[in-house]
């Protein structure tokens, strides 16, 4: 149980990473997008790519790739959400979708479906012992540099420009609109940063676990699920949903690995029903 | 070409009882094909229709009440068990079957009720979780699962030859888009139409929503349901990885809105021209078949939101009006009226063409 526990928290910190932009976005931009897990193992796959073929070190080959899938998302949105946001919800729902198929053939044109793995080489003890548990170091190396840009992402939303015109569209479009903000370009760099951050999760979670371009849809639907859990438009939500569905989806996978997809969707449900402003939503329901 | 057009616009906007005999003549000349076609044409058409009577039904509650219900192959799926188990373990007729089929999807879709306090995303991801979570259950539950125990499945001897079958499957088709037809030109059809518009404001003055709300899912779940209990005896046999796919669900909506969301015509057209690129896209470029798919869904949603039927009647606007004088409204562009569309479509979300 305590295992169940640790490792949940220590991968939870990746959902809630992947799980960031996507929160901002449907709070920002008001769309799903179902492309999100797309960006996600493109920052994963172009990491592998930097690091394996190029020969570039791991940070910054993960400092690149995180940055080319947040220019990735900048050019998905100018070239095609910024035309269909204000739609019904379903058709951005399937063009984003539509969207994420033809990224993820592309992916497999280059990279192929095989699953990919990166071993990174710290040169410190593989395990850490903490009250009579053996921990992975490098799992823990990676729940501290998610918690650190977790915590870059906060300082971005709160003390600057960019992050006050991102929080006014979030909470009223036409009043931002009215102040002067120029709300297709502040769209455009929210989905930048969602990008970033997603490409982020991704390359950071490739050096845990492989991944391989058909997983895309896995990844928008955790992405999804997090942000349920913790509600919609607050980072601090998304980030304690990260943690709990961390737990939530090893508790699930370990003890009932075979119901372990009905369980966590019976659980999705009932929130769904129960609390649909999150397990830790302080705000008001938000249902589009 | 602009006078046929003219001619389908006149019957768009006409009684339902002339749609109704159009889509009828339609299916009567439909049922000529396997004089002289093949197999393999015959069992594809098949298909086709299977997806276009879907994709029908699909556009009552996604489409025209605007709740995208991302688990419709439940119905799919729970009538095709249905059927299983009526005609196997019972050893009942296939008419049975299918009514049964149609009783239990429409019973069925009366546990989703709760699932309508939510709308847009939620609505859809909480229908796709319960169809995640009914698919799990069938496939672990021994009674569904097959006749002895090791099962995974159904073999469903079919009783039809294949032209008797491509003949039902006609009248599948007819039934349902003819159903969907005087539906939406019905009192419920209007009740829904303004509910899609603003739920509030039409239960402010007086519509029930909850109860339509409630029809219209049960009006779009029971086709689903007799037609696979249907398609049951055709494929032979059933697992619920094949029946409760979660792609029938996605072609649904991609035919949908391909053809032109919350329109009776759109998924009849959108279904023909898909499955049309897509016996192109499988013959000549298998590789690219999934990419050729995806960009045209893209370009669809991005450049023409409401789907080839927008296309089309704008196309027709515009011959016509370079045929005749100019309309006393003054120079309306087709530009303009396209715009128009899109505009309706930003406020209601596709019925801007739903007549």
């Known amino acids: 149980m305590d295992d169940i526990v640790i490792f949940g928290i220590l991968r939870g910190a990746l959902f809630a990473l992947a799980a960031f932009g996507f929160s901002l976005v449907l709070g920002v931009v008001g769309i799903v997008n179902f492309a999100h897990g797309v960006l996600v193992v493109f920052g994963g796959l172009l990491t592998h790519y930097l690091v394996a073929q190029v020969g570039l070190p791991y940070l910054i080959g993960l400092a690149l790739a995180a940055a080319a899938t947040g220019l990735l998302a900048g050019a998905m949105q100018r070239a095609f959400i910024a035309k269909t946001f204000r739609l019904h919800p379903l058709m951005v729902l399937v063009q984003t979708f539509g969207i994420a198929i033809v990224i993820t053939e592309l992916g497999i044109r280059f990279w192929g479906t095989e699953e990919r793995l990166l071993r990174v080489d710290t040169g410190l003890p593989p395990v850490i012992e903490i009250g009579g548990k053996f921990i992975p170091t490098f799992d823990v190396l990676v729940f501290l540099v998610g918690l650190a840009s977790a915590g870059a992402l906060f300082a971005i939303l709160n003390y600057t420009q960019f992050g006050r015109a991102v929080r006014a569209c979030r909470d009223n479009r036409d009043s931002a609109q009215l102040c002067s903000i120029d709300i297709g370009r502040t769209f455009e760099k929210t989905m930048v940063v969602a990008g970033v951050w997603a490409g982020l999760a991704g390359g950071l979670f490739i050096s845990l676990s492989p991944m391989a371009p058909y997983m895309h849809f896995h990844w928008t639907v955790d992405a999804f699920l997090v942000v349920i859990l913790g509600g919609l438009g607050s980072m601090v939500g998304a980030l304690l949903g990260g943690l709990f569905y961390g737990v939530l989806n090893f508790a699930a996978y370990y003890h009932l690995p075979t119901l372990a997809p009905a369980v966590i969707f019976a659980v999705l449900i009932a929130l769904l029903l129960i609390r649909p402003q999150g397990l830790f939503g302080f705000g008001a329901a938000v249902r589009k | ?355």
Request: aromatic share 12%.
């Open chain 2, 1 to 355: 070409m602009g006078r046929f057009l003219k001619a389908c616009r006149d019957l768009r906007d006409g009684s339902p009882h002339r749609q109704a005999l159009a889509m009828a003549l339609f299916g009567v000349a439909l049922c000529a094909v396997p004089l002289f076609a093949n197999d393999y044409w015959v069992r594809l058409l098949v298909f086709i229709f299977v997806n276009i009577a879907l994709a029908s039904s699909w556009n009552v509650i996604g489409g025209v009440t605007g709740y995208p219900s991302f688990g419709h192959s439940v119905f799919f799926g729970l009538g095709a068990y249905t059927a299983a188990i009526v005609m196997v373990r019972y050893e009942l007729p296939m008419a049975m079957a299918m009514v049964a089929g149609g009783v239990v999807a429409a019973a069925f879709s009366l546990l989703f009720l709760p699932v309508f306090r939510q709308k847009g995303f939620y609505f859809a991801l909480s229908t796709l979780a319960a169809l995640l979570a009914v698919e799990t259950l069938v496939h672990k539950w021994e009674f569904t699962r097959g006749f002895k125990s090791w099962d995974m499945g159904w073999t469903v001897p079919s009783p039809l030859s294949l032209d008797a079958s491509y003949v039902l499957f006609v009248g599948l088709l007819c039934s349902t888009v003819i159903s969907v037809i005087y539906l939406l030109r019905s009192k419920t059809g209007f009740a829904l139409h303004a509910l899609h518009k603003d739920e509030v404001l039409a239960s402010s003055i007086g519509i029930p929503t909850a109860r339509y709300k409630a029809i219209a899912f049960a009006a779009s779940a029971v086709w689903p349901g007799v037609i696979g209990a249907a398609f049951a005896p055709f494929m032979t046999y059933i697992s619920t990885e094949s029946m409760f796919d979660v792609t029938i669900t996605l072609n649904m909506i991609l035919i949908s809105i391909f053809g032109g969301i919350g329109t009776v015509l759109g998924p009849i057209l959108g279904g023909i021209v898909l499955s049309v690129i897509d016996q192109i896209a499988w013959g000549n470029f298998l590789e690219y078949h999934r990419l050729i798919y995806g960009l045209l869904i893209v370009l669809i949603i991005t450049y023409k939101p409401g789907g080839i039927v927008s296309w089309l009647w704008d196309l027709e606007q515009r011959l016509n009006r370079t045929a005749e004088t100019p309309t006393p409204r003054g120079p309306v562009t087709a530009n303009e009226s396209g715009r128009h569309a899109t505009i309706a479509l930003r406020t209601e979300g596709g019925t801007g063409h739903a007549r």
